[in-house]
């Protein structure tokens, strides 16, 4: 039963408390500080600078996409506008076209129809004057053949 | 017969015997300090390993130790409170370790193996005088962590919901650390009994499975050690409005 000394009262037993308990305490106490310096500290340092870094990392990521997204909108609105804006000039064109077209055939028109007028009242001219011509002739003809008949009786 | 055997058998587990050092008048237990000086000597070493060549993108061992710090690091944070955690982290996180590190090299070395002239090796923890300068350790912590953050202020958490709490919460400062020494000081020596019990009765495999049990109960002690220091600080640190 010597093994089963549990509360063994001067040597020995499992509560046996004496300097073993100041001395622990001071070693671990020790180690804290040799912990501190040798892991907590230097893992910390890295560890930390990285979570920083990410952080950063992330913001300036979140920066540059909302940069983007503004850009984006913006050259939307742009091509937008310009779209608009080609549409414009382009029926402005059409109508210019148009008008042009309009104008040129107005013109020719008429020039076509003065020119059919002009050589109208020409042909109208001289047929009226191959007709004076004719009568003229007409009359010499019959001035003739009546002088001729007067003469001969 | 039978009994007989049995008790000579348990003779050799040889509990409560120690390897006495006498320095002075002071008497000290020499195999506390030889199981704990090659521990915490790995301990260190191990760690001086890890954190020799640290990179910002870790490799190998460097990241099992930033596992561990960051494990430590939410165990305090979640304890203590965002304000003051980093003030007690590398405390909590020793005790964690020390613990930790005694319990596992106590029950994975066979340090029976080892012949001393008088008692034997084990872990650290299995001596009452080890878990005892470590529950005081956390006491004289909360005492402090209470006083220097809020000076005399401290003291209203004694009456802090009525003062009918004050003899109660007086002797929860002796409570807490009697029941931290002797939660973790009885379970690993539990531990260390009911394996060396069962490997001096049935020597092959049936003691595996109650070993496997006590690297989990030593685990678990280890994070309820350092979970109850950081909870006792935290409490001693926290704001009562």
């Given at each position: 039963m010597l093994a089963f000394?549990?509360?063994?009262?001067?040597?020995?037993?499992?509560?046996?408390?004496?300097?073993t308990l100041p001395l622990m305490a001071i070693q671990v106490v020790a180690l804290t500080y040799i912990l501190n310096s040798l892991f907590f500290k230097p893992v910390g340092n890295v560890v930390e600078k990285r979570e920083k870094f990410v952080s950063n990392n992330i913001i300036e990521a979140k920066n540059k996409l909302s940069e983007v997204k503004k850009l984006e909108a913006d050259l939307l609105t742009q091509l937008q506008s310009a779209r608009t804006e080609a549409q414009r000039i382009v029926s402005e064109a059409e109508n210019e076209s148009d008008k042009l077209y309009k104008e040129a055939l107005e013109l020719a028109n008429n020039e076509a129809n003065a020119s059919k007028e002009k050589a109208r009242l020409e042909i109208e001219s001289q047929t009226s004057a191959a007709r004076d011509q004719l009568s003229k002739q007409a009359d010499d003809l019959s001035e003739l053949i009546v002088n001729r008949l007067i003469l001969e009786k | 017969m039978f009994f007989n055997s049995l008790l000579t058998n348990f003779a050799?587990?040889?509990?409560?015997?120690h390897l006495y050092w006498q320095i002075g008048n002071i008497r000290l237990h020499g195999q506390v300090f030889l199981t704990s000086w090659i521990l915490l000597g790995a301990l260190i070493v191990f760690i001086s390993l890890g954190t020799k060549k640290m990179e910002n993108d870790p490799k190998g061992l460097q990241n099992l130790l930033e596992f561990l710090w960051d494990y430590i690091r939410d165990l305090a944070r979640t304890q203590i409170?965002?304000?003051?955690?980093r003030d007690w982290m590398p405390f909590i996180g020793t005790l964690f370790l020390f613990v930790f590190v005694s319990n596992w090299g106590g029950a994975l070395?066979?340090?029976?193996l080892i012949k001393l002239p008088s008692g034997e090796l084990g872990a650290?923890?299995?001596d009452i005088n080890t878990t005892i300068a470590l529950a005081l350790l956390v006491s004289l912590s909360y005492f402090y962590a209470g006083l220097s953050n809020?000076?005399?202020?401290?003291?209203e958490y004694y009456v802090h919901?009525?003062?009918?709490m004050l003899p109660f919460k007086i002797l929860e400062d002796f409570t807490k650390p009697l029941s931290l020494s002797f939660r973790l000081f009885g379970n690993i020596l539990a531990d260390e009994l009911v394996v060396g019990v069962l490997v001096f009765l049935v020597?092959?495999?049936?003691?595996i499975p109650v070993m496997f049990l006590g690297l989990f109960t030593s685990a678990i002690q280890a994070l309820i050690f350092a979970t109850l220091a950081a909870y006792y600080i935290g409490e001693a640190v926290e704001e009562h409005h």
């Open positions: 000394n549990f509360f063994g009262a001067t040597e020995g037993g499992l509560f046996d408390i004496n300097a | 050799a587990l040889e509990v409560g015997q409170g965002e304000k003051v955690y070395i066979p340090w029976r650290p923890t299995a809020k000076g005399w202020r401290y003291f919901p009525t003062p009918i020597p092959l495999i049936l003691p």
